[in-house]
């Protein structure tokens, strides 16, 4: 009696163990993946354009699972989307057989909307755009299909694609969607401005440009709002600087665009600041492009030195540093301006002098040189100090 219990309990665990694999095996197919790339499924089962148009065509299709297929051709059990910053799934809505609107978040405007595209359902049960593939239904049962994703593209070039699970929503389902998604994405503008530059370099304390292309309306402010002010007349926008340097933003529902904007006036110039120093202030250079800083006679190397900023006695905390971004504006007597990055309060040599402003320099002459106004910048692009810098040629030293 014992015996015959026990080989029932185990007859009964192999068919469960067996029932087990082959459930696992029908929801995580194995796939392929053909010569460009796209991922597929050998000997597929064909849907004919008859099925497919009474099955899906006329109906949206609602997200409800997706597994990451790896480049092995096996799924991923996790959800894909599940901790995934700034993205999500996409439902669909087939209104003809040419016709599919997709729903999505896009996190880069933000907004939930939708975009409206053409199709075609080619062999393979292939849904694609131009050629490209939108979808491969895998299986059509009542209202649950399955398709293999088009997911995006990785950094390195590797297509990502996905084994989802769409469920088919019912009208009043549709029409939720389609309120929770309600831009048209396709129709989302960039800002223009008559500015071609993100840093703008201007004499005196004055600044204008126009607003020439947004969404809905705009709203334009400076983050330091101590820095300057700003006065509209419909699209056209005033600024007057009330310390040198202002960083600006004109942001509309969806997009924004940045711009910083300088003067070289040294009515400009911050009075009474005291701060930094630069480890050397001048350098000295020959026709064979050797440095040397001259106070110390300590030879530099043109690609690997930098002039770093150091703090003077008696200030405590920091304004440059690793973790909050400073720049340096490079002003020199002819009052040409460029804006340059500090990497962690360093100024590298090569950056603040190209070798066309040194082959000028030996072109004039021995003896030439060019003076610069370093002025350290802060996050918000607000000048606080300025420093003298000088770079003269000779031909020996």
């Given amino acids: 009696m014992k015996t015959t219990k026990l080989h029932s309990f185990i007859i009964a665990l192999l068919c469960a163990v067996a029932f087990a694999s082959c459930n696992k095996e029908d929801i995580y197919p194995t796939f392929s993946f053909d010569e460009n790339g796209e991922c597929y499924i050998p000997d ?43 993205g ?58 399955k398709i293999i994703d088009y997911l995006g593209i990785r950094a390195d070039g590797v297509k990502i694609y996905g084994y989802s699970t769409y469920r088919r929503m019912s009208s009043g389902e549709l029409t939720e969607v389609q309120n929770a998604y309600p831009t048209d ?16 370099i201007i004499s005196g304390n004055q600044f204008e440009f126009d607003v020439l292309s947004y969404n809905g309306s705009y709203t334009i402010k400076a983050i330091n709002e101590e820095s300057c002010e700003i006065t509209r007349e419909g699209n056209h926008v005033k600024i007057k600087l009330l310390t040198n340097g202002a960083y600006i933003t004109v942001s509309d529902r969806f997009r924004h665009f940045e711009f910083s904007l300088f003067s070289t006036d040294e009515d400009m110039e911050p009075k009474g600041t005291d701060i930094y120093d630069l480890n050397y202030s001048e350098v000295v250079f020959n026709k064979n492009m050797e440095f040397i800083e001259p106070s110390a006679n300590r030879p530099l190397s043109y690609e690997n030195s930098s002039i770093e900023t150091t703090t003077r006695d008696g200030y405590s905390g920091s304004i440059i540093s690793h973790y909050n971004r400073s720049y340096m504006l490079v002003v020199d007597t002819d009052k ?46 607000r000048v606080f100090q300025v420093l003298p810098f000088k770079v003269t040629y000779k031909e020996e030293f």
């Fill in 336 to 381: 040409k301006a460029r804006l340059i990055h500090l990497q962690n309060g360093r100024l590298y040599l090569k950056e603040l002098l190209p070798k066309e402003t040194l082959q000028t320099l030996i072109e004039k002459g021995n003896g030439s040189s060019i003076s610069y106004k370093l002025e350290l910048t802060t996050a918000d692009r």
């Fill in 88 to 145: 999500g799934s996409s439902q669909y809505y087939f209104e003809s057989s040419e016709s599919l609107k997709e729903y999505m978040y896009v996190d880069a405007f933000p907004a939930n909307g939708y975009l409206t595209y053409a199709y075609e359902y080619e062999d393979g049960n292939r849904v694609s755009n131009n050629g490209n593939l939108v979808m491969r239904i895998v299986s059509l049962k009542g209202d649950v299909m």
């Fill in 185 to 200: 994405l396709s129709s989302i503008k960039n800002i223009t401005t008559s500015i071609n530059n993100e840093v703008n």
């Fill in 44 to 86: 597929i089962s064909k849907i004919s354009m008859e099925e497919f148009e009474s099955s899906v065509v006329g109906y949206g299709w609602k997200h409800v699972i997706t597994h990451e297929i790896g480049i092995d051709g096996k799924c991923s059990t996790k959800d894909y989307y599940e901790g995934l910053d700034g």
